[in-house]
T-cell receptor, first 112, second 113 residues
Framework: KQEVTQIPAALSVPEGENLVLNCSFT??????LQWFRQDPGKGLTSLLL?????REQTSGRLNASLDKSSGRSTLYIAASQPGDSATYLC???????????FGAGTRLFVKA | SAVISQKPSRDICQRGTSLTIQCQVD?????MFWYRQQPGQSLTLIAT?????????ESGFVIDKFPISRPNLTFSTLTVSNMSPEDSSIYLC??????????FGSGTQLSVL
């Protein structure tokens, strides 16, 4: 059974700092991995999608990496800003299935 | 990509009543997903809705409590029936574009008194 874990559960950093959010999964048979952002009481916004054959994806100040063999993904945020404050969720879609498994998220607070 | 309109955005309901949540997509999609996010928790899949067939429910969710309609390829509804305070959650609809990204509606924040 696939399980997705995100560490840390919460993180507070000063503005301008570079930071890394971690995601681990127990079964390496994945189709893709997706990172989302969620603002309080709102829906999810897709940030980056990494296919199982890819190692990383970049969008602006965000970079996501994937190491299937070790069951890990990281989301790197460069030069953090107060507007980056949100919960970041990692989600894994298994091979051969449609049911995406979500981690519990990392709540990020960037202090001005 | 897909743009999803979800209504209502929030509601406060009385115990024992029902609420129907609507989800409209700007393009035709085969599969739509309904999720629940309880306070402080991650997302839990309620059911998968395919057009023209009965929804497939996950363990712990039943059709009598969460009936779903999927009349066409761009629209779906989820009803939360006979509500109790334990149903207070954010409800989210989602679609997948082929085998690629998941896109989400803006969510319905439900509070049951």
């Amino acid at each position: 059974k696939q399980e997705v874990t995100q560490i840390p559960a919460a993180l507070s950093v000063p503005e301008g700092e570079n930071l890394v959010l971690n995601c681990s999964f127990t079964d390496s048979a994945i189709y893709n991995l997706q990172w989302f952002r969620q603002d309080p009481g709102k829906g999810l916004t897709s940030l980056l999608l990494i296919q199982s054959s890819q190692r990383e994806q970049t969008s602006g100040r965000l970079n996501a990496s994937l190491d299937k063999s070790s069951g890990r993904s990281t989301l790197y945020i460069a030069a953090s800003q107060p507007g980056d404050s949100a919960t970041y969720l990692c989600a894994v879609r298994p091979t051969g299935g449609f049911k995406t498994i979500f981690g519990a998220g990392t709540r990020l607070f960037v202090k001005a | 990509s897909a743009v999803i309109s979800q209504k209502p955005s929030r509601d406060i309901c009385q115990r024992g009543t029902s609420l129907t949540i609507q989800c409209q997509v700007d393009s035709q999609v085969t599969m739509m997903f309904w999720y629940r996010q309880q306070p402080g928790q991650s997302l839990t899949l309620i059911a998968t809705a395919n057009q023209g067939s009965e929804a497939t429910y996950e363990s712990g969710f039943v059709i009598d409590k969460f009936p779903i309609s999927r009349p066409n390829l761009t629209f779906s509804t989820l009803t939360v029936s006979n509500m109790s305070p334990e149903d207070s959650s954010i409800y989210l609809c989602s679609v997948g574009t082929g085998f690629e990204k998941l896109f989400f509606g803006s969510g319905t924040q439900l509070s049951v008194l």
